[in-house]
C-alpha cells in the first residue's frame, strides 16, 4: 500500500498526488463519467494541477485517493468540502472514475470509511451531499452507506436537452451511531 490514510476492506484511501493527475484528466474528460459530476468545461494538467495544490492549502477540504488494496490501483477520489468546525458539518464529494469498478461496491466501501472518520475523528455531526436525479447507482451507494434524501432542488441541472432535479442527501452522526447498533458494524 501506498501511503494509505484510512484501510477498508478492498479498498484504501491516500492524499493525492501529482502523479494522480493524468488518471484524473482521463477519466474527467470522459463524458460518460463526467456527466455524473456536473463538469462542462474540459481538463487539462495545468487546472488540475491547480486543483490538488488548492485542495492542500485549504484546511477546510480533504479529498483523497481511492485506491484497490490488492494491485494500488487508484480508481477514483473521495472527499470532506466546505468542512465547518463550529457548526460540525461537511459536504461530501466521491467518484470512481475507472468505469471498470461501477457497482463493484468500491464507492460504498470508500463513503463508509469517510463518514465513518467524519463523525469518529473530525467529530462531525452532518455530512451533506447532492446527487442529480438520474444517477441511480450513486443514489443506491449513498442509501447502503446510511445516508437520507431531505429535498429536491427541482430542474436545477441541464444535460443533454432536459432539465432534471438534484437531490439533497445527508446523514447525521445519530443516525449513522444507530446504524452501527444495529448491524454491529464497524463501518
Known amino acids: 500500500m501506498q501511503n494509505p490514510f484510512i ?4 479498498i484504501y484511501l491516500r492524499p493525492l498526488e501529482m502523479e494522480d493527475i493524468d488518471s484524473f484528466i482521463l477519466w474527467l474528460n470522459d463524458e460518460e463519467v463526467r ?3 456536473g463538469m462542462t468545461l474540459p481538463l487539462n494538467k495545468i487546472r488540475e494541477k ?5 485542495i492542500y492549502k485549504d484546511d477546510r477540504n480533504m479529498v483523497l485517493g481511492i485506491v484497490l488494496k490488492e494491485d494500488d490501483h487508484l480508481i477514483g477520489n473521495i472527499g470532506l468540502h466546505q468542512i465547518s468546525m463550529p ?9 470512481i472514475g475507472d468505469k471498470g469498478y461501477w457497482s463493484k461496491g468500491c464507492g460504498t466501501e470508500a463513503l463508509k470509511l469517510l463518514v465513518k472518520y467524519g463523525f469518529d ?3 462531525l455531526n452532518r455530512i451533506s451531499l ?6 441511480s447507482r450513486a443514489i443506491r451507494a449513498y442509501e447502503k452507506a446510511g445516508f437520507k434524501r431531505e429535498g429536491v432542488l427541482r430542474e436545477h441541472m441541464y444535460r443533454n436537452g432536459k432539465y432534471h432535479d438534484v437531490y439533497i442527501m445527508a446523514i447525521l452522526k445519530s443516525g449513522w451511531r444507530e446504524r452501527q447498533n444495529v448491524t454491529g458494524s464497524n463501518l
Request: hydrophobic share 35%; glycine share 10%; charged share 25%.
Open 7 to 10: 484501510t477498508g476492506d478492498k
Open 50 to 54: 491547480e486543483w490538488i495544490e488548492g
Open 87 to 95: 457548526h460540525r458539518n461537511a459536504r461530501l464529494g466521491i467518484f
Open 121 to 123: 475523528q473530525l467529530n
Open 130 to 135: 447532492t446527487v442529480f436525479d438520474f444517477n
Open 35 to 37: 456527466q455524473y459530476l
